[in-house]
């Protein structure tokens, strides 16, 4: 195999699609299992699309899911320019070698005078696709096509093709839709004399009722799917099955080994349906693999980018440390933590008195396990979850009421929740202080409340 080089090639005109980040990341395994390099490429050239901030989306999603490029914008490389505006005079100099060789010709729009490729009258092109085989057109069935605008920018076609070949492109990856596009290219590269690299189209990706994944679907972009809360990982793992298998059967996938695993013959011509509920229970299980450390980074990181009104701007990270066990196996993405843990941060908040008195409990008997589990928490020792487990079931025995009324009232009295992670471990993390200012709250609340 020649030296493998492969480029990602988004046009700037908004937050990258998951299908073509999909395909950047084909295009990143591939470079990297082969020990090659993997390219950005901004194409530019289609200045009424451009969405002002795309550059910058597409670097970051590609940097978010640690695809890093080896030459492009910020990096630089020995062929650059990365973006084809600053290349025009590489397009206009290789249009002219087609005008000399008779593989173009002039012609007036109503914009003044641009170029168009001469397409050959018979005849058929074949591409060969790596993972296609060969696919014949029909040259008949196209028509010339614009290669230079009137006003100087390339169209894709020469864009491409030329980059490609400048930068020394071996294979090219891209999504189906362009496979009608090859013949234009395979016999562009014909023209100028050149060789072509290999061509890899592959498979759109679906959304599960059938048809292309759109903004209908729900989201569609990585930023989109970033806020969500999914982690990095669990959308690279998720995005590689999407027309990749490794046997059919394996899921689960660190980055390692889809490096060592990827090969674009085991990627599939059909296209791939998302499932969004693979995607979650991946997240779920990347979320339950993390260390605490790391999924409190990840959960700090995520309410740094996408603020949590429920939260403090700078969450305690030694709080949410302690907090992190008792969260994870129930979350599906990070985006659910917030909602469960602002009662570790602040103690501002409110609830209704009513929300206090369990099932078949009422005012005076909810007061009363109130005042004694104010005892029993000011007593104990040590004050840690299992010991305050212990002594509030016992206390539940002498008041003879259920475990859930006990634990019910103390919740909302420590949480203003509902449902709250575990409590013993949750009061052992606000500690003494705290729980004794929550309940002796609560007792206030109901006295002062009309019976
Ligand atoms: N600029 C094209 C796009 O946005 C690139 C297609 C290709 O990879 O050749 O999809």
Redesign the pocket.
């Known amino acids: 195999m020649p030296d493998i080089r492969t480029r990602f ?3 700037p005109t908004g937050d990258p699609h998951v299908g ?1 980040i999909r395909t950047a990341l084909f295009t990143w395994l591939f470079a990297r299992r082969h020990g090659g390099k993997f390219i950005l490429r901004i ?1 530019d050239t289609d200045q009424a699309r451009e969405v002002e901030g795309s550059v910058d989306a597409i670097k970051e999603s590609l940097r978010w899911l640690g695809l890093d490029w080896d030459e492009g914008p910020e990096v630089g490389g020995e062929y650059g320019p990365y973006f084809q505006s600053e290349r025009l005079d590489h397009y206009q100099s290789a249009a002219e070698q087609l005008i000399d060789s008779g593989h173009a010709f002039r012609f007036e729009d109503e914009r003044g005078s641009a170029l168009k490729f001469a397409m050959p009258n018979d005849g058929s092109t074949v591409v060969s696709d790596v993972i296609r085989g060969k696919v014949e057109f029909d040259n008949s069935l196209i028509d010339d096509f614009v290669i230079l605008k009137s006003d100087g920018f390339p169209t ?1 076609h020469l864009a ?1 093709v030329v980059d490609d070949h400048f930068m020394r492109i071996s294979h ?1 990856i ?2 189906e839709g ?1 496979l009608s596009s090859a013949p234009r290219h395979v016999l562009l590269y014909d023209a100028f004399g050149w060789d072509p690299p290999g061509f890899v189209h592959v498979p759109d990706i679906l959304a599960s009722g059938g048809g292309k994944l759109s903004k209908r679907h729900g989201a569609v972009s990585v930023n989109e799917y970033r806020q969500l809360g999914y982690l990095p990982h669990a959308l690279v793992n998720f995005l590689a099955l999407l027309g990749w298998s490794y046997d059919d059967k394996t899921e689960l996938f660190t980055s390692e080994e889809l490096i060592e695993s990827f090969s674009l013959e085991r990627v599939s011509k059909s296209g791939a349906i998302f499932n969004l509920e693979k995607l979650d229970w991946m997240n779920g299980h990347y979320i339950r693999e993390s260390g605490d450390a790391e999924l409190t980074d990840a959960l700090l990181d995520y309410w740094c980018r996408y603020p949590a009104t429920e939260l403090p701007p700078e969450p305690d990270r030694s709080i949410l440390l302690q907090v992190v066990p008792l969260i994870r196996e129930r979350l599906k993405t990070l985006a659910d933590a917030a909602e469960r843990v602002p009662f570790f941060f602040n103690d501002d908040f409110d609830y209704e008195p009513d929300q206090l008195i369990q099932r078949k409990m009422d005012g005076a008997g909810t007061l009363r396990a109130l005042s004694e589990a104010v005892k029993v928490v000011e007593a104990i020792e040590p004050f840690d979850g299992a010991t305050l487990e212990s002594k509030l079931r016992s206390l539940v025995d002498e008041l003879d009421i259920k475990v859930g009324q006990l634990l019910g009232t103390l919740r909302v009295a420590t949480s203003g929740l509902k449902v709250s992670p575990p409590l013993f471990e949750s009061l052992e993390i606000l500690g003494r202080e705290r729980v004794v200012r929550d309940l002796n709250r609560a007792i206030h609340k109901l006295d002062s409340t009309p019976q």
């Open positions: 090639a988004p046009s073509n194409e894709y491409s090219v891209r999504g362009w």
